[in-house]
């Protein structure tokens, strides 16, 4: 298994700024995912950020809204940019440590809420 | 349709019984089946997966897969109040992961 860390655990943002979120992770993976959490329902696939290449994103979900690095293989970022409360949510990064199992481990989210 | 299609709950049992949990799904080619669970406010922690069909006990845990009904379940015995949680069960097909949208437990003492 894999222990991931997410910084700010839990912030509260005012409309029209950006907030980053950093993930890490304590051993090298290839692949890392970028996840939103919505109250009551399951989560949704916002992008895949693999080490060395441009993030691939889900449709729905573009770039400039959701600019994502991968500047190693433990750390990546995801930035919520022009936020508007409709972005409140729970943002998770999970790796698929690429073993024969094709499994997934999350971190421990953060929670953001935009007034 | 869904490719993945769970429950919402809630399901509420009393501390000691089997609790089941399911989810169906449509895609045929998912071969790496997944039980997380969500406590509040944390990430999802996996539980258990299995490959293919078949079933995989850890502990109180079973998860069970049928392909053949497209069908995957997760029992649960002596349940006790600290496997109150949500449980999101989830599929793996080309390094895509599908997950259903999870059931909440409550397990009463």
């Known amino acids: 298994s894999a222990v991931i860390s997410q910084k700010p655990s839990r912030d509260i943002c005012q409309r029209g700024t950006s907030l980053t979120i950093q993930c890490q992770v304590d051993?090298?993976?290839?692949?890392m995912f970028w996840y939103r959490q919505q109250p009551g329902q399951s989560l949704t696939l916002i992008a895949t950020?693999?080490?060395?290449?441009?993030?691939?994103?889900e449709s729905g979900f573009v770039i400039d809204k959701f600019p994502i690095s991968r500047p190693n293989l433990t750390f990546s970022t995801l930035t919520v940019s022009n936020m508007s409360p409709e972005d409140s949510s729970i943002y998770l990064c999970?790796?698929?440590?690429?073993?024969?199992?094709?499994?997934?481990?999350f971190g421990p989210g953060t929670r953001l809420t935009v007034l | 349709q869904k490719e993945v299609e769970q429950d919402p709950g809630p399901l509420s049992v009393p501390e000691g019984a089997i609790v089941s949990l399911n989810c169906t799904y449509s895609?045929?080619?998912?071969?790496?089946f997944m039980w997380y669970r969500q406590y509040s406010r944390k990430g999802p922690e996996l539980l258990m997966y299995?490959?293919?069909?078949g079933n995989k006990e850890d502990g109180r845990f079973t998860a069970q897969v049928d392909k053949s009904s497209k069908y995957i379940s997760l029992f649960i015995r002596d349940s006790q109040p600290s496997d109150s949680a949500t449980y999101l069960c989830?599929?793996?097909?080309?390094?895509?992961?599908?997950f259903g949208s999870g059931t909440k437990l409550n397990v009463k003492p």
């Open positions: 999970s790796v698929d440590m690429g073993l024969a199992s094709d499994t997934q481990y």
């Open positions: 051993s090298q993976v290839t692949m």
């Open positions: 950020a693999n080490q060395g290449s441009e993030a691939t994103y």
């Open positions: 895609n045929s080619a998912f071969q790496y």
């Open positions: 299995t490959y293919s069909s």
């Open positions: 989830a599929m793996e097909d080309f390094n895509k992961f599908y």
